[in-house]
């Protein structure tokens, strides 16, 4: 039961360092503010916090390998793994957050070369420097209390999840110009439209 606590701490912890990394990285490269949340409330990237349970899972027991083998794992699970987000991402919303159709030996835009060797460097970072002292840290925290905020984050997750979901439907209908029924859908007009999903989606909001 603790490495499954251990393993949520993981997905949110990496979610928001995800959320951080990507603002971060369009201030500096493009000069504007891009929410890459994958919710409407809190810096929460959720492919981020999947890949960081993946690649725990998938690199755990090669910790004591060489930097080659965890790469080549790192590389190959990685864009696997990114391959079935895009492709997931497309199938439920329409349209994915990322594409690298411009990349060099890119494959249907989901996954390219350069990323997939990002992925194989972060395997090891992540493996062999960053979990070996999250896994200590997260290990002091009262066992009880680690329970009661997970399950509190949990919930908060869930109506943050539902939230979103509300709010992508009210958009689109908002954009085939379907008024309002009632405060709710005025409410997520006025905080969580088109404008907000297409900056929150990377501009691939449709």
Known sequence: MKKLYNLFYIFIITSICGYIIEFIWTLLTKGVFINHSAVVIGPFNFAYGI????????LYKFKDESYLKIFLFSFIGGSILEYIMSWGMELVLG???????NRFLNI????CLLYSIFWGILGILWIKIIYPQFEKNINKINQKTSKIVAICLSIFLVFDIL??????NRARAADRGVPPNNRYEVFLDAKFNSKYLKNMFNNNWK
């Open 163 to 168: 939230l979103t979901i509300s709010a992508v």
């Open 108 to 111: 249907n835009g989901r996954i």
């Open 51 to 58: 890949c960081g349970v993946a690649l725990t899972l998938l």
């Open 95 to 101: 349209f994915t957050a990322w594409d690298y159709s």
